[in-house]
């Protein structure tokens, strides 16, 4: 159990650390702040809201809902991701340059 959690953390920093590098990659020169500043305000947006959102589901649906409702946004984030970056980057040619 404490290794798993502890390979979550660190798939969790790489995943922001490569995240935050795509945002400084794309963003302009005059906009890097303000782009910077917004991923800081949704990152800790959704970690205000992630136990709002937890006991949320857990009231009605019990434990199990947790994991449903979390598939579900999970699934929402993955399609959003495809649609936004992988389409992006297949106009352009470049994928992970």
């Known amino acids: ?5 502890c390979l979550f953390g660190i798939s969790l920093v ?3 650390a490569s995240l935050e590098l795509l945002l400084f990659k ?3 020169g005059g ?13 800790n947006g959704g970690q205000l809201l992630a136990p709002l959102t937890a006991s949320m589901f857990l009231i009605p ?10 598939s579900a946004i999970g699934m ?4 959003l991701w495809l649609t936004l970056f992988i389409r992006k980057s297949f ?3 470049v994928i992970f340059k």
């Open 1 to 5: 159990m404490i290794v798993s959690r």
């Open 14 to 16: 790489i995943a922001q």
């Open 26 to 28: 794309s963003s302009a």
């Open 31 to 43: 906009q890097m702040h303000l782009n910077y500043s917004m991923a800081m305000v949704f990152q």
């Open 61 to 70: 649906f019990g434990g199990s809902g947790i994991f449903y409702g979390g």
């Open 76 to 79: 929402v984030c993955l399609l």
């Open 91 to 93: 106009r352009i040619g």
